[in-house]
């Protein structure tokens, strides 16, 4: 409630009792019940006034009121009612023109502050009834009660200004009770044994009563709309606000104040609130309205807000600069939210949806110049509940421009006294027919000039140059910086016509962030730097703006941007033209320092500017001097940007960080490819959340194209264009167009296999890797799943092989990821037992890490496990031939594990590298055993083929334990360690498919099979694993082998057939 207010508190006298009352209307008090007596009685009421002294009260002489109406249904559910008094005669205590009251009522459930002015027993002093103004909290739902006949209930004020005694409350009875600016009930009866506690009769309660609403309405207190009011609700603007008590030529403009009445568009209308009543599949629906430059969108969007508020509906336009959405999509009601300039504001539409839930209905009602690119991602995010088609808004006929027009003209000249009603309307000094009037805000200016001449023939402005939309804009421009100097001279601020547009073009493309006033004011001050003018000023002068521009402009936040937003554009494009250094000075941002008061500086700036840098009405084509502007301040803060959007992606919200995103989009989509854009490129990752998906496609796309533009082309531009379509196709598959991400990643992969044969360096076939795992994940995506497993199969050898030639280079993640992908392949082909190998080897390698020479500790190992031995740093040759082993006195004792560095009694010949004698040895310790080229054969017997292995040898027959089979001992004999249980194939099967370890140089390991029955032919064998009577054995280790706690494992990574007694390395 502000002060003019008070002239509507109401002392009522009745039935020898005193009370408090509340002016509806000029003849119109409304009281409790309980106040007054029956219809008919009368009572005195006196209100208000102001006294000799400023600043002073005194009451008003007493007027006869007579009880017109009571609220009935009440009494027997222990709730008070409601009485209607009307006066004697009209007007009686000369009002005027009052406006409208604001009728409320309570929702959500948590508490809301309020305020009522009363004249309690508490308020007097010396015989002399003072006004007490209470302050406390509405508590909703704690006084609910339930009647007989009809549901009834009160709220709970509890008082926490004044006295707390109940008794000294008396005579506070009928005062009225509000909050947010809205009347939400009366205090009833007071119950003196509970202190500060008192009980409030929601007026809500009325909605049922037709007779006390129509007398109500004949009284003159017309469009009693119950408004919901919840805690937290100032994130919605209502659809009409009371115009300020001295408005500015721009206010008269805005939408918000309706000093233009509502005209036309019954049709959209109608079809809109049947969108929002008709039942729909979900309980959130999005629309969209697209319509040209000022042609009405937000005014339609405010009517719709209104007559739904009408309705019951809690509905408004979500405010520009609020991201706490969370208490207003949890109240349970219908909601109708409205995001003006959705195409600036996606951020905001994100975070409505991200927190849905808890109302009956949710409608969601977008508007904007034209769908664009935005609403294309939008709908890809959001496409269950967005409508397939927007709404498109179409011009006004002539005729609903000459009647906007006559309506404006009455309007504006109904406020200036020196205006009669038998003066006439000017006429339309321009073709209304003409195209630059389809949109009604310029009917509205030429309504404005025109109504201004027709009182002052003498005012004019010269602008013959112009065109006629920017002529409209230079005349009501004009007569706003008429208010400006006028009120300049009381805030002690020079008279500077110019200065004053500079100050207002840098508080329209900045913004102040800050937790208290205080710190708003200071940074808003610090944003003045950029007023050439005002650079060297000091603080205090530049504050003495801030304060005076939050006073004459209406807005949010300590900078005040002038509004229309249409001519905010033209006022920033005109300073910037003649200062072009600005825009670099308001997006020279600092990502690591407050990212997100950055974000919504840099948000601001783009919004105000992009528009009139990159027009898309043909009529008003493209500015060149705004865009080479921008062009120089994006190409100089662009990565500084990108990393900003980054740096507040992590907040709670994350509305600011989207809506950013779809500003830079547009700002990079409209520049041309430089090294900038690349540079701004490699601040995002490679796996973009989806929000900034629609950035990184046009960042990797430009990049892409700067890198294809450089001549020569060296072998580093090449390895970086292939990189960005590599990463270019991972973001287009996150977005879900896969064609396009498959044909991007065969063209990395094409320019990748180009790169690595003139020039094998680890950097570019590391990349080739990459870009094989990437279409084997494209090809899968598209279907294509034979290709899939090639490309899948190739990066995990390639992988491998980098691994283990650079084991300085920490890429195992890679090979993970690589064999994930294999494992994902093979699942899709049907190779389950495969893929699910693929994955444990994935998990395996993540799990554990590449050992450190030596290998780990003994004590870590499992029981009955060896640790894993040092790998030779020698080199073998492949020639190689088998002995057979020496035996020992016994092969019944007790097996044993040998221990580290322990001699095991088997003999083996091999040839080294830089010899070429032919030596049998025994094996030293486990690690010479494991690194040596060796072939050979083994013992056999009935008893041990039928024993499975137990992993022991004897260290004094020189041979494989009796108990291990000639299949495991050859398993060992290659350093294969298999688990008990596990057949020797299985165990060599694994070593097939995914390998790790061996010796760093390729050896050759032979194994001819005893001859147990005929020897089949080694061609028509189904798979190497299957053990045959004569089979023999070729790999190539590569690499040094893997170990982790209690698992010793030595991989394979290839494996074939040979003739038996033959050597081949794979």
């Known amino acids: 409630m502000t002060s003019p207010e008070l002239r509507r508190v109401a002392v009522v006298r009745a039935e020898q009792r005193q009370s408090t009352g509340y002016l509806v209307a000029p003849g119109l008090v409304l009281t409790a019940a309980h106040c007054v007596g029956r219809i008919g009685t009368w009572a005195e009421v006196r209100v208000l006034r102001p006294g000799t002294l400023p600043g002073g009260l005194q009451a008003s002489a007493a007027a006869r009121f007579r009880v017109i109406a009571l609220s009935d249904g009440f009494r027997g559910t222990g709730v008070d009612g409601f009485a209607l008094l009307g006066a004697e005669k009209e007007d009686p205590f000369r009002l005027g023109r009052t406006p409208p009251v604001r009728w409320g009522r309570l929702t959500g459930d948590e508490p809301l502050t309020a305020q009522a002015y009363a004249f309690p027993v508490l308020a007097v002093e010396d015989h002399r009834q003072n006004l007490e103004h209470a302050w406390g909290r ?52 007071c119950v003196p044994e509970e202190r500060g ?129 969370l208490r207003l999509m949890g109240l349970d009601e219908d909601l109708l939210v409205v995001v003006d300039d959705a195409d600036a504001k996606v951020g905001q539409l994100d975070a409505l949806l991200r927190h849905r839930g808890g109302g009956k209905q949710v409608r969601l009602l977008a508007t904007a110049r034209h769908e664009g690119h935005w609403w294309a991602d939008f709908r890809r995010r959001y496409g269950d509940v967005a409508e397939e088609e927007p709404y498109r808004l179409r011009s006004p006929d002539a005729g609903e421009r000459q009647d906007i027009y006559e309506r404006a003209c009455r309007a504006f000249l109904l406020r200036d006294a020196r205006w009669h009603e038998g003066d006439g309307l000017p006429h339309a000094s321009e073709d209304l027919s003409a195209p630059d009037f389809a949109g009604c805000l310029f009917v509205l200016i030429l309504a404005m000039t025109d109504a201004r001449r027709f009182l002052d023939p003498s005012w004019g402005l010269e602008s013959a140059a112009l065109s006629h939309a920017k002529t409209l804009y230079a005349q009501v421009l004009d007569l706003e910086r008429e208010d400006w100097l006028k009120n300049a001279a009381r805030a002690g601020l020079p008279a500077d016509p110019v200065l ?57 936040g300590a900078l005040r941007p002038l509004r229309p937003a249409r001519l905010a554009q033209y006022l920033v494009a005109n300073t910037v033209r003649a200062f072009p250094d600005l825009l670099s000075q308001a997006l020279d941002v600092d990502p690591l320092h407050q990212p997100e008061v950055w974000a919504r500086q840099a948000l601001a700036t783009l919004q105000v500017i992009s528009p009139a840098a990159f027009a898309d009405d043909a009529r008003e084509p493209s500015d060149t001097t705004l865009r080479e502007a921008l062009r120089v301040a994006v190409e100089k803060h662009a990565p500084a940007l990108v990393g900003l959007v980054r740096a507040t992606q992590e907040t709670p919200d994350g509305t600011t960080t989207r809506s950013l995103a779809a500003a830079l989009e547009t700002i990079f989509r409209n520049l041309p490819a430089g090294e900038f854009t690349a540079a701004a490129a490699q601040e995002l990752e490679e796996s973009c959340p989806d929000a900034l998906q629609s950035l990184a496609i046009v960042l990797r796309r430009k ?68 870009a094989l795992s990437n279409a084997g994940v494209r090809h899968r995506e598209t279907g294509r799943l034979t290709e899939s497993l090639e490309a899948a199969r190739e990066s995990v050898r390639l992988y491998e092989t980098l691994l283990h030639t650079h084991r300085d280079r920490s890429h195992h993640r890679y090979l993970s990821i690589a064999q994930c992908n294999l494992s994902d ?78 001699s095991t009694g088997v003999c083996w010949t091999g040839t080294a590298a830089g010899g070429n004698a032919t030596t049998p040895a025994r094996w030293p310790s486990w690690g010479a055993a494991t690194t040596s080229a060796v072939s050979g054969t083994t013992a056999s017997g009935s008893s041990a083929r039928r024993s499975r292995c137990t992993r022991t040898w004897s260290t004094s027959t020189g041979r494989p334990h009796a108990r291990s089979t000639p299949r495991h001992c050859a398993i060992w004999r290659a350093r294969i360690s298999a688990r008990p249980g596990n057949p020797a194939g299985t165990t060599l099967r694994r070593c097939w498919q995914k390998g790790r370890g061996g010796p760093r140089e390729p050896t050759v390991i032979t194994r001819t099979w005893p001859r147990r029955r005929r020897t089949p032919n080694a061609r028509t064998t ?3 694993w299957v053990c045959g009577p004569r089979w023999s054995w070729a790999c190539a280790i590569h690499g040094e082998p893997a170990t982790w706690p209690g698992r010793p494992w030595t991989s394979w990574t290839g494996m074939c057939r040979t003739r038996p007694g033959s050597t081949a390395v794979t």
Not at 202 to 220: C, I, N, Y
Not at 507 to 526: N, V, Y
Not at 841 to 866: F, I, K, N, Q, T
Request: aromatic residues 8%; proline residues 9%.
């Open 1022 to 1024: 189904r798979a190497p």
């Open 138 to 189: 509405l508590i909703p739902g704690s006084g609910t009660v339930t009647g007989p006949s009809r549901p009834g209930w009160y709220h709970v004020f509890q008082v926490t200004s004044g006295s707390f005694a109940g008794e000294r409350w008396h005579g506070a009875s009928g005062a009225a009770v509000f909050s947010e600016g809205r009347l939400l009930g009366l205090l009833g009866a």
């Open 500 to 556: 004053l547009e500079r100050v207002v073009a840098v508080s329209s493309m900045a913004f102040a962030g800050g937790t208290t006033a205080g710190e708003q004011e200071s940074q808003a001050a610090e944003r003045l730097r950029m007023v050439p003018d005002l650079r060297d000023a000091s603080e205090e002068h530049r504050r003495r703006f801030v304060r005076y521009f939050q006073e004459r402009i209406d807005g949010y």
């Open 825 to 902: 392949s093979l699942s899709d082909k049907g190779r389950w037992r495969e893929a699910l190998q693929a994955a444990a080897d994935a998990c395996a390698l993540v799990s554990g890490e590449l050992p450190p020479p030596p290998g780990p500790p003994r004590s870590r190992c499992a029981p009955g496990r060896y640790p894993r031995p040092r790998p030779s740093p020698g080199a073998f040759s492949p020639n190689a031939r088998p002995t057979r082993p020496t035996r020992g006195s016994s092969s019944r004792r007790s097996p044993r594990p040998p221990a580290p560095g322990t």
């Open 197 to 325: 506690r008192l009980k409030v009769i929601p007026v809500q309660l009325l909605s049922g009563q037709d007779t006390f609403l129509r007398a109500l309405a004949e009284g003159g207190a017309e469009h009693v709309v119950f408004e919901p009011v919840w805690r937290g609700q100032q994130v919605l603007e209502h659809p009409y606000d009371p115009l300020p008590d001295d408005p500015s030529a721009a206010d008269l403009l805005l939408p918000r104040y309706s000093v233009v009445d509502f005209c036309g568009r019954e049709e959209e209308l109608r079809e809109l609130t049947e969108w929002c009543t008709a039942p729909a599949p979900h309980a959130v629906s999005v629309r969209l309205v697209t319509g040209d430059r000022s042609i009405g969108k937000t005014r339609l969007a405010r009517e719709l807000c209104g007559r739904m508020t009408g309705l019951g509906w809690v509905a408004g336009l979500l405010k520009p600069l609020e991201e706490r959405v």
């Open 703 to 770: 990049a892409v194209e700067f890198y294809s533009a450089q001549e020569p082309l060296s072998h580093e531009t090449q390895f970086r264009r292939a990189t960005e379509n590599r990463k270019l196709s991972r973001v287009l598959a996150d977005a879900g167009r896969r064609g396009d991400a498959r044909d991007r990643a065969l063209l990395a992969l094409q320019q990748f296999t180009v790169l690595t044969r003139t020039d094998d360096s680890y950097a570019y076939q590391l990349g080739k890797a990459h």
